[in-house]
């Protein structure tokens, strides 16, 4: 498929689908960014498998690369790793005409993209996603961040990068638990925007989808929401359909149950708890739910409803007293709705008796 243009207020770029490969990856950044050195970002579980082939790339493209690798999960997406990828960058002579490559999953694109934001006020990105998550949504759009112990992505800054190229022959070496850990996210574009997707992802096994077609389309509804918001004053929230009670979720596990799981038991607690308020059929409810349990992802947790609220309440879309939470009025529409505090409490009891 062509390139899909991310026409970003402050910074526009392409997101290439299979137009090129890991070994062109030197070719895309040369053309993209420029620049005289670059830092490959990866974890300990990409970099056996790939770094080897973006350096080279990178060095028969004439760039200096030097490399930053950390232990790969969730777990490692704080402030010390941050400062230590930092450190990196310093030492290896990065510029403000460098590059920073972002060669990994959702945690990868993450931090790399927050600290190529913030290196020396701000040099340039190139992201790289090997991850089914990290295709469809966090490698688009510019969000990057951090986590505190006190609640995932809670520093960080929006920053578009210059290009994301999409290889999806990387994900052949995907464990089948986080290709599965990647559906949770696809399902959330068709439950928000678009039923004839949802209906096509629910009439198939998760094994049975068409990679390419499916990425493309979750970027292009991506690109359509942070054209519109790219600050997250509105409609970008939608995209955060499942992720206020699924972060709780994934927090109070100690990140054991990785993101897109937490995510699918998030949207199916809101989809409940939406049924409860005459908000949502009791059919498409349960449309969503059996889709999440065929596609085997977690549509239930044993936390209690008390621990999920204290755990949310240090989510992003806390406004003071109020909380957003983003409801599917129908499969493919959502609305967000404003819950005083109490009201949010209420809600997420629903959600889990």
């Given at each position: 498929?062509?390139?899909?243009?991310?026409?970003?207020?402050?910074?526009?770029?392409?997101?290439?689908?299979?137009?090129?490969?890991?070994?062109?990856?030197?070719?895309?950044?040369?053309?993209?960014?420029?620049?005289?050195a670059c830092c490959i970002v990866s974890d300990s579980n990409v970099a056996p498998l790939y770094l080897p082939r973006a350096k080279a790339s990178l060095e028969a493209a004439g760039y200096t690369v030097s490399s930053?690798?950390?232990?790969?999960?969730?777990?490692?997406?704080?402030?010390?790793?941050?400062?230590?990828?930092?450190?990196?960058?310093?030492?290896?002579?990065?510029?403000?005409?460098?590059?920073?490559?972002?060669?990994?999953?959702?945690?990868?694109?993450?931090?790399?993209?927050?600290?190529?934001?913030?290196?020396?006020?701000?040099?340039?990105?190139?992201?790289?996603?090997?991850?089914?998550?990290?295709?469809?949504?966090?490698?688009?759009?510019?969000?990057?961040?951090?986590?505190?112990?006190?609640?995932?992505?809670?520093?960080?800054?929006?920053?578009?990068?210059?290009?994301?190229?999409?290889?999806?022959?990387?994900?052949?070496?995907?464990?089948?638990?986080?290709?599965?850990?990647?559906?949770?996210?696809?399902?959330?574009?068709?439950?928000?925007?678009?039923?004839?997707?949802?209906?096509?992802?629910?009439?198939?096994?998760?094994?049975?989808?068409?990679?390419?077609?499916v990425i493309g389309r979750c970027v292009e509804l991506k690109r359509d929401v942070v054209v519109a918001d790219e600050k997250e004053a509105g409609a970008r929230q939608l995209l955060n359909f499942g992720h206020t009670?699924?972060?709780?979720?994934?927090?109070?596990?100690?990140?054991?149950?990785?993101?897109?799981?937490?995510?699918?038991?998030?949207?199916?607690?809101?989809?409940?708890?939406?049924?409860?308020?005459?908000?949502?059929?009791?059919?498409?409810?349960?449309?969503?739910?059996?889709?999440?349990?065929?596609?085997?992802?977690?549509?239930?947790?044993?936390?209690?409803?008390?621990?999920?609220?204290?755990?949310?309440?240090?989510?992003?879309?806390?406004?003071?007293?109020?909380?957003?939470?983003?409801?599917?009025?129908?499969?493919?529409?959502?609305?967000?709705?404003?819950?005083?505090?109490?009201?949010?409490?209420?809600?997420?009891?629903?959600?889990?008796?």
């Open positions: 498929m062509s390139a899909i243009k991310v026409d970003a207020a402050s910074h526009s770029y392409d997101v290439f689908v299979d137009e090129f490969t890991l070994d062109q990856l030197g070719e895309v950044c040369r053309d993209v960014s420029g620049g005289d930053f690798v950390f232990e790969a999960g969730e777990q490692s997406k704080t402030i010390q790793t941050y400062a230590q990828a930092q450190q990196t960058f310093a030492h290896a002579g990065l510029t403000r005409s460098s590059l920073v490559v972002a060669l990994g999953g959702g945690v990868v694109g993450d931090l790399a993209g927050f600290a190529a934001a913030t290196y020396m006020r701000g040099i340039r990105c190139v992201q790289v996603p090997t991850s089914l998550l990290a295709c469809v949504d966090s490698s688009v759009g510019g969000k990057t961040a951090v986590d505190l112990p006190e609640g995932k992505n809670l520093v960080g800054a929006f920053f578009q990068p210059d290009a994301v190229l999409i290889d999806t022959s990387l994900l052949a070496t995907l464990p089948e638990h986080f290709l599965i850990d990647g559906c949770g996210e696809v399902l959330k574009y068709g439950v928000v925007f678009d039923k004839e997707l949802f209906a096509q992802l629910e009439a198939c096994a998760a094994s049975d989808m068409r990679l390419p077609e009670l699924g972060h709780a979720v994934e927090k109070l596990s100690n990140f054991t149950v990785t993101h897109g799981f937490a995510v699918a038991c998030g949207m199916v607690l809101v989809a409940k708890a939406s049924v409860a308020r005459g908000w949502l059929s009791a059919a498409d409810a349960m449309r969503i739910e059996s889709t999440v349990r065929a596609w085997g992802l977690l549509a239930e947790t044993e936390e209690p409803a008390s621990a999920i609220y204290e755990a949310a309440l240090a989510d992003k879309k806390r406004h003071g007293s109020t909380m957003n939470v983003v409801v599917a009025s129908e499969i493919g529409t959502s609305r967000i709705e404003t819950l005083t505090l109490d009201d949010f409490r209420a809600f997420v009891h629903d959600a889990c008796v």
